[in-house]
Every structure is written in C-alpha cells, then in structure tokens.
C-alpha cells in the first residue's frame, strides 16, 4: 500500500478525534495521507495534532494564496486515489448532495474525480431526520461508498443509531477499497433470493408479505462487488438490479424455487426473500364478487421451503444461508430455524424494532451451529457488505 494516497477529510464533530486514530492506522499501513480540516473539524481536533500525525501540511482554506500558488484546489482533489470523510456530519452530507462547493472540503469533494467514502456521525435524531436519511440515500446513489453510522453511546448522552464507525472498521473498509483486485468471491456462484412473493387468489388479488428486498438487494450487490457471479431471483418489488446482478423476476414461491433450481448449481445461497408459507389451494379465473352470502373462506395449501429445500437438496451450495424475521424471542426461533431447515447460517433480525422492516437500517445476528455473532445496528448496505465479506472469508 506504499504507493496509495488518502485525501483526508476531517469534518466537525465530537467524533472527530477518531480520525487520529485512523490516521495512525493509515500510516502503519504505508498510505500517504493528506489532511483537510474543516472550520468546525478545527473545533475539535487541532490543525497541529493531525498534520502531526499525517506528517503532512493540514490545508483549510479555499482562498489561501500560498495554497493555490503551491497547489491548486482542484489539483489537491486529484492526487489522491480515494477521498475519506470522516466524520462526515449532517451539514457536510447536506451540503456534498447539493454540490455546494462553499468552503475547500465542499469544493474538492465536487471537483474530485475519485471514489469518496464517508463515515456519517451526529447525534439519533438528526441521523433519524427525514433531510440527512434522503440525503445520505442521494449520496450512496451517486456513488459514495458509507460506512456506518453504527448505533450506540453518544457524547450528547443519547442512545441510538448515529455514532460513528470505529476507526479499525473504517479502516478496513479503505484497505478493501484500495485493493479492488482482491475480489475474493471471484470465479463463485451465488443465488440470492429477495423481496416477497405473491400467491394469486384471483385475477385481481395476492396473498403476499411485508419485504421492500432492500436487504436481499443489497446484499447480491454486495457479493457482485467482491467478485461473485449473482442470480438475484427477486420477488415484486420496485428496486433497481444492482451492479454486476442477474436478476430472474418472479411472482409465486413455486416459481422462486424453479429459478433457484433452475440457477443451480451454485457455491452459495442466500435466501433473503419473505416467502409466504401458505397459497390458496385453487385460485378462481374470475374476479370474485361480493355477495350477501359474505366473505368467502380461502383455503391454503403450503408452498414449498426454498430454504429448505437448498440445503436439503442433491446440488447443495457449499454455504446456504437463511433468514430469520422474529418479533419476539429472536434468536430461539432462529436456533430453532437453524436445525430445522438444515442451513449453515441463519441471519436473524429482530422486525418488531420500528423501522427495520421497509427502512434502511437492521441489527442482526449471525448464528451457525458452534455460535452467535451479533453485529451492531447499521444501515442494510453495511450488514449486505459485512456479510459479503464473511461469506468470502469463510470460502477462503
Ligand atoms: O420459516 P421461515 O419463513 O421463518 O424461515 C425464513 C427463512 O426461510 C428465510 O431465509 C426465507 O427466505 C426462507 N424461506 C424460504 N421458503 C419458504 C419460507 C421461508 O426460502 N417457503
């Protein structure tokens, strides 16, 4: 990593001074790293201690004179091969959607041509707002890679989704980003399943689940950027294919299992979709009428366990992976799940927590026969990436 450069961004937060630590990191790591420091990042960490520890000249102003005649701002945003914001507060996301270029951070970060990642930090309501969840959506549309925020203890003494990624992980996420060759999924076979399914009753009606496949999606995006050829066999939903995914469109369960099977054979599996578990047994051709007899009563007949029927089947992916959507006692039912259904790993989330279900954000935890491993509440994209990874490690 002796030849990479890292254009430090270092906003105003009170976690800020985490950005030391990274800088530490980054350095033990042989990266160059070039320090920005915002008017409000310089309220929290000194302009001494981080040119210190960079070993390079902080730079802060856009209309310095001795900056431009030695390097222009818009040199500054090229010489780097990633650009880090960290923290990246509500104000600077705010202002980075808008392509405000206002102050030097602002304007090298419209003016760079290289990928940009953030690490968002403020306090749970202002991450809550409905202007910092559209925006931080804008940015991850527009390219920005983010990591975190994660939830836990904040400096304002609340609890909640909105502080910022420790600096290891922060760290780790660079050292992948600057290592694009190491897509260590390359040259595997993955199927991922997303979205609900929709069992037909009549022309005009379904029997369907609550899922926005966000998190299925995320996930085949995921498993695409570290190399992994992706079927992703989505259920209806109003998503777009991510990068580098195959995407089969389907309706019913019975159809979702003939195009896993159709995908096979495969080395992994992820079954993410929220399946409904009954379909009605005959669905009418004609639109049913009300009558004054009243309702009608439907009567279901299961639908297969695609789950289940992967792990269980002759083609068996090396790894099958399940989820568990509990609103009580988690990760009992997901034991349970586990040994029922024959699977390696079951991601279990809690769904009675407001806002996972549809949202953007999931806590999870990962159970496999010898334990459990439970991560911190993140955004989808961040458990999709962090899964990705432990699927790549645990095929290595
Ligand atoms: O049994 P339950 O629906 O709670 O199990 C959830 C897990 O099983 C999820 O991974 C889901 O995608 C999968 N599943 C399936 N086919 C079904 C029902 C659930 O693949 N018919």
Not at 17 to 43: C, D, H, M, N
Not at 67 to 93: C, F, K, N, W, Y
Not at 207 to 231: C, D, P, Y
Not at 288 to 293: A, L, P
Request: contains cysteine; neutral net charge.
């Amino acid at each position: 990593m002796s030849d990479k450069r890292i254009l430090l961004i270092v906003g105003g937060g009170i976690s800020a001074f985490k950005s030391l630590e990274l800088v530490r990191g980054l350095r033990k790591a042989g990266i160059a790293v070039r320090p920005i420091l915002t008017a409000a990042g310089a309220q929290f960490v000194t302009p001494l201690s981080l040119g210190a520890l960079c070993e390079d000249k902080v730079y802060s102003e856009l209309f310095s004179l001795t900056d431009e005649a030695e390097m222009g701002h818009i040199q500054l945003s090229r010489q780097a091969d990633l650009v880090v914001v960290v923290p990246a507060t509500a104000d600077l996301m705010a202002r980075a959607v808008h392509g405000l270029a206002n102050d030097l951070a602002t304007t090298v970060l419209l003016a760079t041509d290289k990928p940009v990642l953030m690490a968002p930090a403020m306090n749970v309501r202002m991450w809550d707002h409905a202007a910092t969840r559209r925006n931080f959506a804008q940015l991850q549309a527009d390219g920005v890679q983010m990591i975190g925020p994660v939830e836990g203890d904040m400096a304002c003494g609340e609890f909640g989704l909105g502080r910022m990624a420790e600096p290891e992980e922060i760290l780790a996420a660079i050292l992948a980003r600057l290592a694009p060759l190491a897509r260590p999924l390359t040259g595997r076979r993955a199927i991922v399943t997303a979205g609900p399914t929709a069992e037909p009753i009549d022309p005009v009606r379904v029997l369907t689940n609550r899922s926005s496949g966000k998190q299925g999606f995320a996930i085949a995006g995921a498993l695409a950027s570290l190399g992994a050829e992706v079927i992703l066999v989505a259920g209806p939903v109003s998503l777009a294919t991510p990068a580098g995914v195959t995407r089969v469109d389907v309706e019913t369960a019975r159809d979702m299992l003939a195009a896993c099977q159709a995908a096979l054979p495969a080395d992994i599996a992820v079954c993410v979709a929220a399946v409904s578990d009954w379909r009605p047994e005959s669905v009418a051709t004609t639109k049913t009428k009300k009558t004054v007899q009243g309702a009608p009563v439907l009567s279901l007949v299961e639908n297969p366990d695609i789950l289940a029927t992967l792990s269980q089947g002759p083609a068996r992916p090396r790894l099958v992976i399940g989820f568990a959507a509990e609103t009580d006692q988690v990760e009992t039912y997901a034991q349970a799940k586990l040994a029922r259904k024959g699977c390696d790993w079951i991601i279990a989330n809690d769904v009675s927590i407001a806002g996972t279900m549809g949202g953007d954000d999931n806590a999870v935890a990962i159970l496999r026969k010898d334990g459990i491993e439970r991560w911190p509440r993140t955004s989808k994209t961040d458990v999709a990436r962090k899964l990705a990874e432990t699927i790549a490690l645990e095929l290595s």
